[in-house]
């Protein structure tokens, strides 16, 4: 069954994930975010919900959601995925875990990870749609990694902004094309979300193109900049190749 998003904002209706669509005119795919509450889930655009009755996460697919203007909402599966994004701001989730490989093309997308960020996905957020332009594609990490993640050189390109979610523990390792494939070679680590039990530790090491701004509380013990720079940094850091590591909390 087809399911119009606006003639059921605000409301709580009957879902069966495995055959009904919600159809979206007005927003874009990446606008899309999502609560459990109980056994029902509510979906969140621009400012409107509405309440999936008995509808887990989990059985959200590719054909539940259908955007007026082409972009895509991809939920992914647990096995090794090839998702391709459309010319719009795509919402592709990896979260379920594989080796998945990612264009996720021109708009600003957002690509949901989760707890499975692993060397062997390949994950492009692809190039701004106009040489003057400046598509801000984001990649969502969450959860507690229990070992470090090493980004290889084709593990995540393209991608001007890492979020970490509240509840996030990693440390993450970025290789040089991490950085320097950004649209205007600059990296945006946004760990303001994260609490005080959470970690985000940042090895930039290997980089030399470009620049990293990490958001967040940073541990100044841990940054090896000037002492007079690190106070500038409790809020929000600048982070030289020279001086490569952080932990934000
Ligand atoms: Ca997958
Ligand atoms: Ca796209």
Excluded at 79 to 90: C, F, K, P, Q
Excluded at 116 to 143: F, K, N, T
Excluded at 163 to 182: N, P, Q, R, W
Aim: overall charge negative.
């Amino acid at each position: 069954m087809n399911i119009n998003f606006a003639d059921i904002t605000g409301q709580t209706i009957p879902f069966d994930a495995a055959n009904d669509t919600i159809y979206v005119d007005g927003f874009s795919a990446a606008h899309l975010s999502f609560s459990s509450n109980g056994a029902d889930l509510t979906i969140y655009l621009g400012g409107q919900w509405a309440t999936l009755l008995a509808t887990d996460f989990a059985a959200l697919g590719a054909t539940s959601f259908s955007f007026e203007n082409g972009s895509i909402a991809d939920f992914g599966t647990a096995a090794d995925d090839v998702v391709i994004g459309s010319e719009e701001a795509d919402r592709l989730d990896l979260s379920r875990g594989g080796a998945d490989q990612v264009d996720a093309g021109f708009g600003t997308d957002l690509i949901v990870v989760g707890a499975a960020l692993s060397a062997d996905d390949e994950i492009r957020g692809g190039p701004s749609r106009y040489e003057w332009s400046y598509e801000e594609d984001v990649l969502v990490v969450s959860g507690a990694y229990d070992s470090p993640v090493a980004l290889a050189a084709t593990t995540v390109t393209g991608v001007e902004k890492f979020f970490f979610e509240s509840g996030t523990s990693i440390d993450l390792a970025l290789a040089d094309e991490t950085v320097g494939t950004t649209g205007l070679g600059h990296l945006l680590l946004d760990g303001s979300a994260l609490g005080q039990s959470d970690r985000l530790q940042i090895d930039g090491s290997a980089v030399s193109s470009g620049w990293i701004t990490a958001l967040g509380a940073l541990d100044p013990t841990s940054l090896s900049v000037p002492s007079w720079e690190t106070i500038l940094m409790v809020v929000m850091a600048k982070i030289r190749s020279s001086a490569a590591t952080a932990t934000i909390r």
